[in-house]
Structures are given as C-alpha cells and as structure tokens.
C-alpha cells in the first residue's frame, strides 16, 4: 500500500473522502493507521479518521496466526458505515 501510495501525484485524491485500517499481527497497528491518514491527508484526501487497528494474521509466515475477532470485525463494519456516511 505505500508504494502504491507513494506512486500518487500530490493532489491525486483532492475532493475525495478517504480512511485507513490496519490488520496485523505484532505490534503497530494504531502506528500504521495514523501514518496512513497523514499520507492520505498529504495526497489532498478528506480523511476520516480513527480507523481500527485489528489483531489477525502474521505478516510473511505461512502461520495463519489469530483469527479476527467478532468485537474487531464489529468495529471495522462500523468504520466502513463511517466512512460512507462522512462520504454522503
């Protein structure tokens, strides 16, 4: 995601209402979710923020690692009923 981020124009999402999320499986969820507005920011997006940063999977491992779980997957769904509506 961040070289595709790192890839756009300045004003690539002027006008448009963004958000971001993390899943991961150590630590730095919130740290990844807070860089990821500010880019998003920079890039002239409306940003939503507050974004979930979610426990599941591991990162290169073919361990699947934990599951998400329904409390995590409750506030993602309420995350992406935000962004919509902030979206109109």
């Known amino acids: ?6 890839s756009l124009k300045p004003s690539a999402l002027k006008g448009k209402y963004a958000g971001a999320f993390s899943a991961y ?4 969820g919130e740290k990844v ?13 409306t940003v939503v923020v507050g974004g979930p940063a979610v426990k599941a999977g591991a ?7 934990p599951a998400v ?3 995590d997957l409750k506030k993602c769904e309420e995350f992406g009923r935000k962004v919509a509506e902030t979206a109109g």
């Open 1 to 6: 995601m961040a070289k595709f981020l790192d």
């Open 25 to 28: 499986a150590a630590s730095g």
């Open 33 to 45: 979710v807070a860089s990821t507005e500010h880019i998003l920011e920079g890039l002239g997006a």
């Open 59 to 65: 990162p290169l491992s073919l361990w699947q690692g």
């Open 69 to 71: 779980t329904d409390p």
